[in-house]
């Protein structure tokens, strides 16, 4: 980011406002932090970075919690250890994705699935 270093923040893109959001989020080191769709307008290595460093280093390595809200059900199921499924602000369904596909009593349900079941 060094080349970056002199440009205002409103001269970023959107996705390196993004990881300067991250950025800004991790100097408090907080045990919880809460991320509003942290992979937001970043292309797609971007984003698979940012959740392996999310994943690695801030929740393996430094044993922080994290919630993040995503709109891509294919991340919530690969990224999460446990999602939740809400609807106009209320949780309708919450568990792992193995729970949640015992809950409608098929193993074999895609994330997609499960969303329908239970909104």
């Known amino acids: 980011m060094e080349e970056y270093i002199d440009m205002r ?3 970023y893109s959107t996705g390196m406002k993004q990881h300067l959001a991250v950025a800004r989020c991790l100097l408090s080191d907080a045990k919880v932090l809460f991320m509003d769709e942290p992979t937001k307008s970043l292309d797609y290595n971007s984003a698979t970075k940012l ?3 999310i ?7 430094e044993g ?11 991340e919530a199921s690969d990224f999460a250890d446990r999602i ?16 949640l596909k015992a809950k409608i009593d098929n193993p074999e349900a895609t994330i997609e699935e499960i969303f329908k079941y239970f909104l």
């Open 84 to 99: 939740a499924l809400m609807d106009k602000g209320a949780v309708r369904a919450c568990g792992t994705v193995s729970d």
């Open 51 to 53: 959740r392996q460093f």
């Open 9 to 11: 923040f409103d001269e």
């Open 64 to 74: 922080k919690t994290v919630f993040f809200t995503t709109h891509i059900l294919q």
């Open 55 to 61: 994943k690695e280093r801030i929740v393996g390595q």
